[in-house]
């Protein structure tokens, strides 16, 4: 089709898709703007363009098939049956809208344009793993770079600056737990905050995983709510979790329903999306807007550091971490700036008001 003029004087280049059956601009298929400041710009945009669709169609594999092999060949699939379901719901909204674009077609252009506005960017994590694929050796190396690769793209501070609730808001919450959602919901909450247990792996509890003897909860398994399955814990092996006072209480207190240590109404064991109807009516209720991973995992960080005094090492091995201690330093450990400085001071006295003979001099001399 012939370029036409635009009320502000530039032209428009559009080509005919077969794929698609529609008439495209040519900035779907090159990139780059689709109007130019002349007819004759336009038409040389068009013609590229059209050149590029019949060497697309004749030789390239689509953004489309690739995508298609890419979710359901077992050889591109992801240790964890919730990656592979993630990863299919990260990508299908792209290739629904460049799925006949071939795939070494992706470029910065599209790129820009896909997240324009700060939108989509939860999908850059699955499309670069896509791509990524694409370029490898078991993928065809149908492309030679990931555009989605070295985006420079913030995702933001993401928990760093998330203050924890404090011991007072923890409390609060449990107690409103035992008033609009149930014991059993009070209980799994009170565990999560004084052991740092994560959700699913709490959700997944058995009765038989708890020594009481020991004062240890054997971490075994997780139940994936994506996936639907219960799975190894996120790390991918077993450890073993601290049984704190307060968790030890909260268990004890429990009746044995199930196999599982916390169960719902119909005596099946917590799911995501069961938690969630429950912790927004506590969370409403308390008057405390944070999430529930801040009120557990994040809060169990905290306490320890804080209030346990235990050192950064020990509350990383207490939450399953094998970095030594460095999350727990720069992330969950949330030094508590008015405990560090009554610290301080309570330290300064207990060194004594002894002022050394070469201070002695100073004063005397000041």
Not at 119 to 134: C, E, P, V, Y
Not at 155 to 177: F, K, Y
Not at 189 to 201: K, N, S
Not at 316 to 324: N, Q, V
Request: proline share 5%; hydrophobic share 35%.
């Amino acid at each position: 089709m012939s370029p036409h003029q635009l009320p502000s004087g530039n032209w428009r280049g559009q080509v005919y898709d077969p794929s698609t059956g529609q008439n495209v601009s040519v900035s779907r298929v090159l990139g780059g703007p689709g109007t130019f400041p002349t007819k004759r710009a336009a038409r040389r945009a068009e013609f590229q363009a059209r050149e590029s669709l019949a060497e697309r169609r004749s030789t390239g594999v689509t953004v489309r098939e690739f995508w298609e092999r890419w979710t359901t060949d077992p050889l591109f699939a992801r240790p964890k049956a919730s990656s592979n379901i993630r990863n299919h719901e990260r990508t299908r909204g792209f290739v629904a809208k460049y799925g006949s674009f071939s795939t070494d077609q992706i470029g910065d252009a599209i790129v820009a344009e896909w997240l324009r506005g700060g939108q989509h960017k939860s999908t850059i994590h699955g499309l670069r793993a896509m791509f990524n694929d694409a370029m490898s050796a078991k993928g065809g190396r149908l492309i030679q770079r990931n555009p989605f690769a070295r985006l420079g793209i913030s995702t933001g501070p993401g928990r760093r600056n998330q203050v924890p609730p404090t011991e007072d808001q923890i409390w609060s919450l449990i107690a409103t737990a035992q008033e609009v959602a149930s014991p059993q919901f009070a209980a799994w909450l009170q565990v999560g905050a004084f052991t740092g247990v994560r959700p699913g792996e709490l959700d997944a509890l058995r009765l038989d995983a708890i020594d009481y003897e020991a004062n240890r909860i054997e971490v075994r398994e997780q139940y994936s709510s994506t996936a639907r399955q219960f799975t190894l814990p996120k790390n991918g092996k077993a450890r073993r979790a601290p049984l704190t006072v307060p968790a030890r209480q909260a268990l004890l207190a429990l009746p044995r329903e199930s196999e599982f240590c916390f169960v719902n109404l119909r005596g099946e064991h917590w799911t995501a999306s069961a938690r969630s109807y429950h912790w927004k009516a506590v969370r409403a209720g308390a008057r405390w807007h944070g999430d529930l991973y801040l009120a557990t995992r994040h809060f169990a960080g905290w306490y320890m550091v804080n209030v346990l005094e235990m050192d950064s090492e020990d509350v990383a091995i207490a939450l399953g971490h094998t970095d030594g201690g460095n999350l727990v330093r720069t992330l969950y450990g949330h030094r508590d700036e008015e405990r560090a400085l009554d610290r301080a001071v309570l330290a300064s006295q207990n060194a004594g008001n002894v002022i050394p003979i070469s201070r002695r001099a100073w004063k005397a001399d000041s």
